[in-house]
């Protein structure tokens, strides 16, 4: 029950607090795996429930997008209403989406659901990883926050062979189900063992109207991006949708300005430390959501791979981005991250462009497996980058935009190569999957262009 308060003095004290770690980070992994395990899935969807190429890449990119766009609001709600609250309600709503998600005969239905598992997730991430600095202090806060980060690069790869374990056995609905028993087990324990926080300052408010904007601006370019795939990049169509996003993310800038409560500090943004670490991790998850989706098409609707074989097809790409995540993270004080990054993009650039001049399974594999190795160290120069010079009371909302732009990056790649490919993916042309490649591995050269300009050379204590 909620009879022990969280106060500042016994932060870091209480008892049930490893337990409580655990039952979070196996939340949060739910969360993480919810992009990949359904990638997976994807083709076998298709061919149950009818759905078209634009249908299949909003089941990622509805996800991510309402993830990403309501995450720093559930993170304000949190500090408003008291994170146990915020968690539990976040976990029950993801809980029920996933149900309805498993459970969808439409392509309606199951993005519908797909939505509403982005709006408990929105709320369960933020509010969870609060209570984690809230129960811990000291080296064993930095202990539990080196756990939590771990979960990202390990729950994309557990993601790929769990979805295709599931989808190979029970059938692609339990990519849904299988969250349900495991979030009412957490939901019980948490509700259990967690307690309660102390009344948020009154006068705090939400900044809705600011979620909603950025939310919508980004909804828009992502279906600009996806229907270029048939109306043409070039089309009025596309043209029109990209302005009315540039025209949303304006009016957000103006109103975060006006807001007495903003959304977040767009001043952040442009220091340079912080605007390298959101780019670094847009591109970052750009490449790596991308080259998932675009593999798991290749190698179930063109090579006729099963969804397992194709879960570990993806396993040395798992292995490769972990491998380059560790050498990153051992190396950047003495190189640097300007030098790291530029290197980290290449090295993507040039794993995609063997598929993209040779499109063989053998070559796919190796390729994508050196790019993923680019993108494990872009991923560490992106954090370590933009969080490493904020000062202690700036630390949240940091690391809420890094995590904001990670969401948005896995929505924008699914789109941006499903477009690419669109031809292979609604039919049956080879073509489509090298047009595929060559646009992602070309983003990841003109990224390392970028990173050269925009990366410190060296961080300055």
């Known amino acids: 029950m909620d009879t022990e308060q969280i106060r500042p003095e016994q932060e870091g004290r209480h008892p049930a607090r490893w337990r409580i770690l655990a039952f979070l980070g196996i939340a949060q992994l739910m969360l993480i795996l919810d992009v990949t395990v359904v990638a997976i899935a994807l083709p076998h969807i298709d061919t149950d429930l009818g759905m078209s190429r634009q249908a299949l890449t909003w089941t990622v990119s509805a996800y991510t997008l309402a993830f990403g766009g ?24 993801f809980t029920a989406a996933s149900l309805l998600s498993g459970l969808a005969d439409s392509s309606a239905m199951l993005l519908g659901g797909r939505v509403a598992q982005g709006i408990g997730a929105a709320l369960l991430s933020p509010a969870a990883l609060s209570l984690v600095v809230r129960l811990f202090e000291g080296d064993e806060r930095n202990k539990a926050l080196g756990v939590w980060s771990a979960l990202g690069g390990g729950g994309a790869a557990l993601g790929l062979l769990l979805g295709g374990v599931l989808t190979a056995g029970p059938g692609w609905p339990w990519v849904f189900f299988v969250n ?32 909603l904007l950025v939310t919508a601006s980004s909804g828009a370019l992502i279906y600009a991006l996806i229907n270029a795939g048939d109306a043409g990049w070039l089309s009025p169509a596309t043209g029109w949708l990209v302005l009315a996003a540039v025209a949303g993310y304006l009016l957000f800038g103006l109103w975060q300005r006006k807001s007495a409560a903003p959304l977040m500090d767009l001043a952040l943004l442009f220091r340079r430390p912080v605007a390298t670490g959101t780019f670094l991790i847009l591109m970052a998850t750009v490449l790596m959501i991308a080259v998932f989706f675009l593999g798991t098409f290749y190698f179930q609707h063109a090579l006729g791979y099963g969804a397992l074989r194709t879960g570990l097809q993806f396993l040395p790409v798992a292995l490769a981005t972990m491998l380059g995540a560790n050498l990153t993270g051992r190396t950047i004080a003495k190189l640097g991250s300007r030098t790291l990054a530029v290197a980290g ?7 995609l462009a063997v598929p993209a001049l040779w499109l063989d399974p053998v070559a796919a ?94 961080e300055r204590g």
Request: proline share 3%.
């Open 180 to 211: 349900v028993p495991i979030g009412l087990v957490i939901l019980v324990a948490l509700a259990a063992m967690v307690p309660a926080q102390t009344a948020a300052p009154t006068g705090a408010r939400l900044d809705v109207l600011g979620a």
């Open 345 to 351: 993009l290449l090295v993507a650039a040039a794993g």
């Open 70 to 93: 309501l995450m720093l609001l559930g993170g304000r709600l949190a500090d408003l209403v008291g994170a146990k609250r915020v968690v539990i309600a976040g976990l029950a709503v």
């Open 365 to 458: 594999t190796i390729g994508v497996a050196v790019a993923g190795a680019g993108t494990g160290a872009l991923y560490v120069v992106a954090s370590a980058t933009a969080l490493g010079q904020v000062a202690p009371h700036e630390a949240g909302i940091a690391s809420g935009l890094v995590s904001t732009f990670h969401e948005f990056g896995a929505s924008f790649g699914v789109a941006i190569v499903s477009s690419a490919a669109a031809a292979a993916i609604a039919g049956d042309s080879l073509r489509g999957f090298t047009n595929g490649f060559i646009v992602i591995a070309v983003a990841a050269a003109v990224g390392a262009v970028i990173a050269v300009f925009l990366t410190p050379r060296r």
